[in-house]
């Protein structure tokens, strides 16, 4: 690939000494002896964090006020999976948030498709949450029992959710758009003692009754003792047996918090599960705390009076992020909707509406809103904002152009990279770095990030793994039910024991910049010449013609390789020789001649995660002859009834290569 050198943005000099990262790199050069430049150069800041782990987790636990314990008891095992993180000591994520509690500013801001935004003062979210642990004690709940989450982006999800984690039971949550079969795959694994379910939820303007499903999951979830019903469309209805979510929280009172260990599970999350049910992820209380202190305050610059949005639902990593920017003091910005209703600037619109500083969304989002000719710098105030941030998938060169023309000059764009697996970010941004087009700014702090070849050696200037030789406090303490740890080394320490393997195509670039391309298992590979799929998309997105697409590369049983691109057109369009000749001319043009497709296909729609990553890998496995119910999961697509084609027309391959 081709290294970009545009730069978009850049710090200045006072910018880089008022931020957090600045203070905490000259605390530890005043207790180490150490120098990181003047301003502080954050590549020499990150050789020495990873050079001295001990000694940088236990600076930032010190300095955030965490813990405070010698370099000799923060990391007394490096082996992975395995290390040992301060033993010994006891850390409660709820306490730690709670540490952040003021009056002059609201802990949270609620925002519905039927509602004018709310804010929710510090002192009310310590009462309920007190009130809520104090009813799971009453329940019975205690440490290490589950309390699963059926719940939207609400204020009850978080309360639900601190309310677990003060008596040290431990937390999961589903997104009310999951069936019953997606849930049940996901809770019956880890046996809940207590439900949290809401009656239903606004979605584009229409309401969605979930009612049925939510006493399906009673039925079918024998280790629940109690459910505690969320009103969100029937306030005045109770499930029979059930405790009403006012009753829970009636008796406010201040939070007791069970003195957690470092390593007490605090949630469970989920792996995309397309292949087979998915893998309960588990992480725990300390490790989630320090590695979320660093990426609010060190890469993000969160603090008190920061206003933090990032569009997600309760499925995906990206709510615990959003949970976690209490810790940094931040108020934490709950949109409960859908991501462009009712304009497709809405997430901009909020943004000048509660003066978010910082507001996070998909690739997938900016894109819709430059083909929709939408400009938010001009249509609205975002005088506030300083950081628009950026997950999920790779971010093309032309968004990050569009962002700097139609939202704001002034403005950190960040593309950041990072797992579920790991609740936090592996590359992703800081305040100390300009924005260059097309690239991620650098590794994380602390994040011993490389790129290897086939032969496990470290490569630059071209795709390798993105792998991870250090231990970091956040990778799991174990998958559930997993008690042999052979499901866990399989995914992440397999073909190299003792290196974390992400499944990420990843460049590094000379100048120290990283660029993704997709995942590695759904690389597309011709003639021995490896290629992410982000290229390609990059250039059929900007076809106004194409609303979605999809391109595979399907390793055939004789030896042979296909490389189809499906399209998803939008309304009223054709896929003529024409446009797919264009298609084809655009791909040749802003990628390479072996970036083309065999072939173009016009299909109803693109199947994805429910965390909206295209399913390339079961798709390909279709196509390559897998049995459709192992090769897809469809509990866990966003549109299962688009599998269907994709069946269809496998199975109709199938039949032209064997006759």
């Known amino acids: 690939m081709t290294e970009s050198t545009e730069i978009l943005w850049r710090p200045t000099a006072a910018s880089i000494a008022g931020t957090r990262v600045a203070a905490f790199a000259d605390h530890v050069a005043a207790r180490r002896g150490v120098s990181f430049g003047d301003p502080v150069d954050y590549d020499a800041l990150w050789r020495w964090s990873i050079g001295h782990l001990d000694q940088f987790w236990g600076d930032l636990a010190r300095w955030t006020g965490v813990l405070d314990v010698p370099d000799d008891r923060v990391l007394t095992s490096r082996e992975m999976p395995g290390a040992v993180w301060f033993p010994g000591t006891t850390v409660n994520y709820a306490e730690q948030v709670f540490r952040q509690a003021a009056d002059d500013r609201p802990a949270l801001i609620a925002v519905a498709e039927d509602t004018e935004p709310v804010e929710i003062p510090w002192a009310d979210l310590r009462a309920q949450v007190g009130a809520f642990a104090a009813t799971l004690r009453r329940l019975g709940v205690r440490p290490g029992d589950r309390v699963a989450g059926y719940l939207p982006n609400v204020p009850e999800t978080v309360v639900a959710f601190l309310g677990a984690a003060a008596i040290g039971a431990v937390w999961s949550s589903c997104a009310p758009d999951f069936g019953t079969r997606a849930v049940l795959d996901r809770f019956a694994q880890i046996e809940p003692t207590v439900l949290v379910a809401v009656d239903g939820y606004r979605f584009n303007g229409r309401a969605h009754d979930r009612r049925e499903v939510v006493a399906q999951l009673r039925e079918a979830l024998p280790t629940v003792r109690t459910t505690v019903a969320v009103p969100r469309l029937f306030p005045d209805e109770v499930p029979d047996g059930a405790l009403a979510w006012a009753d829970a929280v009636a008796d406010a009172q201040d939070p007791v918090f069970e003195p957690t260990p470092f390593d007490h599970p605090l949630w469970i999350v989920y792996s995309s599960g397309t292949t087979g049910l998915p893998k309960g992820i588990v992480h725990g209380h300390g490790g989630v705390v320090l590695e979320h202190l660093k990426w609010g305050l060190l890469h993000q610059d969160l603090g008190p009076g920061a206003r933090f949005y990032w569009y997600t639902s309760t499925a995906w990593m990206m709510w615990n992020v959003v949970a976690s920017s209490l810790l940094s003091g931040a108020t934490a910005v709950l949109h409960d909707g859908a991501p462009a209703y009712p304009t497709a600037d809405a997430q901009f619109a909020l ?177 021995g010449v490896r290629m992410g799929t982000a290229d390609i998309y990059a250039a059929v997105e900007a076809f106004p013609e194409v609303l979605d697409c999809v391109v595979l590369g399907v390793e055939l049983p004789e030896g042979g390789y296909w490389m189809p691109l499906f399209v998803q057109l939008a309304p009223g369009e054709e896929l003529t020789d024409e446009l797919v000749g264009r298609l084809r001319a655009a791909i040749r043009e802003q990628a390479s001649p072996r970036h083309v497709p065999d072939e173009v296909i016009a299909v109803p729609g693109v199947p994805h995660t429910r965390t909206g990553k295209r399913l390339e890998v079961p798709l390909k496995r279709l196509f390559q002859g897998v049995d459709p119910a192992k090769a897809v999961n469809t509990g866990t697509v966003d549109d299962a009834s688009l599998v269907e084609h994709y069946v269809q027309l496998a199975r109709q391959r199938g039949s032209s290569r064997a006759g």
Request: glycine share 12%.
């Open 351 to 527: 943004a000048a509406k509660v003066g978010i500083t910082l507001l996070g969304t998909s690739p997938g989002y900016l894109a819709a809103c430059q083909k929709a000719g939408v400009r938010p710098g001009d249509d609205h105030d975002l005088s506030a904002l300083r950081v628009l941030g950026c997950t999920g998938s790779p971010l093309p060169d032309a968004s990050y152009h569009w962002v700097y023309d139609a939202v704001g000059r002034d403005l950190q764009l960040v593309s950041a990279s990072g797992g579920t697996d790991v609740a936090t970010g592996f590359i992703g941004s800081s305040p100390l770095l300009p924005v260059t087009v097309g690239e991620l700014q650098r590794p994380m702090l602390a994040v011993a990030v490389q790129s290897w070849d086939e032969q496990g050696q470290p490569v630059v200037g071209e795709l390798g793994e993105l792998v991870v030789t250090e231990p970091m406090p956040s990778m799991p303490l174990y998958f559930w039910n997993d008690p042999d740890g052979d499901r866990y080394r399989a995914a992440y320490f397999e073909p190299w024991p003792g290196v974390w393997r992400h499944g990420d195509w990843l460049e590094i670039t000379g100048r120290g910049t990283c660029i993704i391309t997709g995942r590695s298992d759904s690389t597309l590979n011709r003639g």
